[in-house]
């Protein structure tokens, strides 16, 4: 059962669009929501993370949308450029101690912007 | 400060070998995590540890076996390699705790392995 699930699986975008991709959850335990960007042949790196006391978090050209009501969540890059080909994976996590605070991933989005 | 490193980082196993991968981080992070990655499946938990002796099992344990004897070292043991494990490992790190409770995993670079 996938815990997050995670739209589209692949994405393509002109240079100086915007990418959407968007998540979304079921478990009202998890408070914490991270997303991970990969590039080939390395591991994941975090790249923006929200938490549901507020709806946006905004760091440079990306952005979370947190929709705490539709229990869905998604990332928003603005002016994309190439060199933000990449996965990206969108991720939930709960603090409680007992869970080992895991962390569970949704099945990624592949980008490619075209320049 | 290296992070997390893993090794090896590439391996060719015949069916019904046996290897550890190794993954050792200097961070002093309490939690550590294995994990595999597979095309459109995203990341799936193996096995995690809240810290040195403490080890449990997570979405996909059956194949595998961990140790946590040290702080800094978690090994994963593969018993009778099977095609089915043929993926890339990740292992990942993390501190507990804090004002903010926020949680920052930090990966290895991976380690990709192929059963034949």
């Known amino acids: 059962q996938q815990q997050v699930k995670q739209s589209p699986q692949s994405l393509i975008v002109q240079k100086g669009g915007i990418s959407i991709i968007n998540c979304a959850y079921e478990?009202?335990?998890?408070?914490?929501f991270p997303w991970y960007q990969q590039f080939p042949g390395k591991g994941p790196a975090l790249l923006i993370a929200?938490?549901?006391?507020?709806s946006e978090k905004k760091e440079g050209r990306f952005t979370i949308s947190f929709n705490k009501s539709a229990k869905q969540f998604s990332l928003h890059i603005m002016d994309s450029q190439p060199g933000d080909s990449a996965t990206y994976f969108c991720?939930?996590?709960?603090?409680?101690?007992?869970?080992?605070?895991?962390?569970?991933f949704g099945t990624g989005t592949s980008l490619t912007v075209i320049p | 400060n290296a992070g997390v490193t893993q090794t090896p980082k590439f391996r060719i196993l015949k069916i019904g070998q046996s290897m550890t991968l190794q993954c050792t981080q200097d961070?002093?992070?309490?939690?550590m995590y294995w994990y595999r990655q597979d095309p459109g499946m995203g990341l799936k938990l193996i096995y995690y540890?809240?810290?040195?002796?403490?080890?449990d099992k997570g979405e996909v344990p059956n194949g595998y076996n961990v140790s946590r004897s040290t702080t800094e070292d978690f090994p994963l043991r593969l018993e009778l390699a099977a095609p089915s494990q043929t993926s890339v490992y990740f292992c990942?790190?993390?501190?507990?705790?804090?004002?903010?409770?926020?949680?920052?995993?930090?990966f290895g670079a991976g380690s990709r392995l192929t059963v034949l």
């Open positions: 990942a790190s993390t501190r507990t705790g804090g004002k903010s409770g926020a949680n920052v995993l930090t």
């Open positions: 478990n009202t335990a998890f408070d914490y």
């Open positions: 929200i938490r549901p006391d507020v």
């Open positions: 991720a939930a996590s709960s603090k409680a101690r007992l869970a080992g605070n895991q962390f569970y």
């Open positions: 961070m002093n992070h309490n939690y």
């Open positions: 540890s809240v810290g040195a002796g403490i080890t």
